[in-house]
């Protein structure tokens, strides 16, 4: 199958020759309404946002603040109303549909708050399905050992913990090596501890793999482990603070 043009394996970029990082998603004036005519809800309201390739990034805000709109849509799965995103030095906005499948399919991993598993495959095989379409996969053992599964690797979801099933998602999220990880609650059906557990997994694949890990919550505290906390409200970017003092996930607490 012929790849969808400009977001083939060519979109991957190394960082500038100085050390710096360069911005792996530029957004300016992003805005998005839903509905039509009377009835219109404007989720995001003139963004202008930056996220640098290997950062790890918190989206805070309430329900309603327009967290999810705004990953859906660097993630691809959306498109903004007006204004314009960039992934790397490709446009998103005004891409196709089959260069948006490519996009996601080559460069994006999602986790979800729920983990959409396949009950009846294992955890093996649910990975599978991903390394089947995916152009340069990691094996599938180093993805299950990277999340701490290697013994349950042949079990089925149903057999599985929540906070396993979620580590699944992870695993299956990064065997395809995507340069984001987009992270919509992640942690919303678990409880404290094993959140936690699942909070280290998704900083220790933005530790060692360099993958730039973007997480949604509204969560105050897990913000201290991020290296920038952007804050939404109404829409609209209300201020982004950077942590000069990172924290482990294992001291987190609340």
């Excluded at 970029?13 to 219109?40: H, I, M, N, W």
């Excluded at 499948?101 to 009846?120: A, K």
């Excluded at 997994?201 to 201290?224: F, Q, S």
Aim: aromatic fraction near 6%.
């Amino acid at each position: 199958m012929r790849e969808a043009p400009g977001f083939g394996n060519a979109v991957r970029s190394v960082p500038s020759p100085d050390g710096t990082r360069e911005p792996v998603f530029v957004a300016r004036g992003l805005c998005k309404t839903y509905g039509s005519g009377d009835v219109q809800v404007r989720a995001l309201r003139d963004v202008d946002l930056e996220i640098l390739r290997g950062e790890f990034v918190v989206l805070l805000g309430a329900s309603g603040s327009g967290k999810s709109t705004l990953l859906n849509i660097l993630g691809g799965l959306d498109v903004p109303t007006s204004g314009e995103v960039r992934f790397a030095d490709h446009a998103l906005t005004g891409a196709s549909e089959a260069e948006l499948t490519t996009y996601r399919r080559e460069h994006v991993g999602f986790v979800f708050q729920f983990y959409n598993l396949i009950p009846s495959l294992t955890v093996r095989e649910n990975l599978a399905l991903v390394t089947d379409i995916a152009h340069d996969p990691m094996p599938i053992d180093e993805a299950i050992g990277l999340v701490g599964l290697t013994p349950r690797r042949d079990h089925f979801p149903a057999q599985l913990s929540g906070g396993e099933q979620q580590r699944v998602a992870i695993a299956r999220a990064i065997v395809k090596r995507p340069e984001v990880l987009l992270c919509d609650e992640p942690t919303g059906a678990l409880d404290y501890e094993t959140g936690k557990l699942v909070l280290e997994v998704i900083a220790r694949i933005n530790a060692e793999l360099g993958t730039t890990a973007v997480v949604i919550t509204h969560n105050a505290a897990i913000a201290g482990m991020a290296d920038r906390v952007i804050y939404l409200g109404d829409g609209r970017i209300q201020k982004v603070q950077a942590n000069p003092h990172k924290i482990t996930p294992s001291e987190l607490s609340w």
